[in-house]
């Protein structure tokens, strides 16, 4: 799976990511992106007595390769549609259970959002937030998607770096550090509950910041909000490759 997510809460029966293609593609070496990309979203709703829904689907547009930007933009989509999918089986399976058992079902609720947080140098980040209300409880999914608009690949996390580096551990020192200084903001326990980053792990760039996301239970239990850890980029001078310096 290319496109790294966290399931923020208990139960989810949504799995992103299925369609999601990091190949590459035949490009035109004439064809650069000299200007940020510009989005428009596509709304879709629908509201049935099992499942009402708050969707849209965010539309990159822009000077670059044209085959590139209908990846990117596929990939989003099937995305999209695939929680949309899995969803509406999920609401009419619970519906047909709860009708044998004689008891009432409430109708899903489902929605999304989007935030593009990096768009320039050729560079496309992008995160999306499903959100789920079932049964009285709320749940979330953050995914990223981050691409090179030079080439349409994804980019996981070990493409920010120079050969060779050990971003790994430097970053959960980081990490560490900023849990310990901000130990107000964190649970008592939330050191021992990090056991460290993953090679692929889940992430998107702002201007000034490499976002790290984590799931329940990895630095704090549920709460309010989808945990990220910020570590400035220029904390990351020294091992990033040149185009996020």
């Known amino acids: 799976m290319n496109c790294p997510y966290y399931i923020y809460n208990v139960y989810c029966p949504f799995s992103?990511?299925?369609?999601h293609s990091s190949h590459k593609l035949a490009i035109n070496k004439n064809v650069k992106a000299a200007d940020?990309?510009?989005v428009s979203s596509t709304p879709?709703?629908?509201d049935t007595d099992k499942i009402r829904e708050y969707l849209q689907i965010p539309t990159f547009t822009g000077?670059?390769?044209?085959?590139?930007?209908?990846?990117?933009?596929e990939n989003i989509k099937n995305d999209i549609l695939e929680f949309k999918s899995q969803?509406?089986?999920?609401?009419?399976?619970?519906?047909?259970?709860m009708k044998s058992q004689g008891k009432h079902f409430i109708p899903y609720e489902?929605?999304?959002s989007y935030l593009v947080t990096y768009n320039k140098d050729n560079i496309l980040s992008v995160s999306l937030i499903y959100h789920e209300y079932i049964n009285g409880r709320s749940s979330y999914v953050r995914t990223s998607y981050n691409y090179n608009l030079d080439t349409g690949e994804s980019m996981p996390l070990r493409s920010l770096f120079k050969p060779g580096v050990n971003y790994i551990d430097i970053l959960n020192r980081k990490v560490r550090a900023i849990l310990q200084k901000n130990s107000q903001l964190y649970p008592p326990d939330a050191l021992q509950r990090f056991k460290g980053i993953a090679e692929d792990h889940p992430y998107y760039l702002d201007n000034n910041n490499?976002?790290?996301f984590f799931g329940f239970n990895e630095i704090a239990p549920l709460s309010g909000e989808i945990p990220i850890i910020k570590i400035p980029l220029s904390e990351l001078?020294?091992?990033l490759k040149p185009q996020f310096i």
């Open 44 to 46: 879709m709703s629908k």
């Open 63 to 73: 000077e670059v390769n044209p085959g590139i930007l209908s990846h990117i933009n």
């Open 237 to 239: 001078s020294g091992i």
């Open 110 to 112: 489902i929605s999304n």
């Open 16 to 19: 992103p990511g299925r369609h």
């Open 36 to 38: 940020p990309l510009a």
């Open 210 to 212: 490499l976002n790290l």
């Open 87 to 97: 969803m509406e089986d999920a609401a009419n399976d619970s519906a047909k259970e």
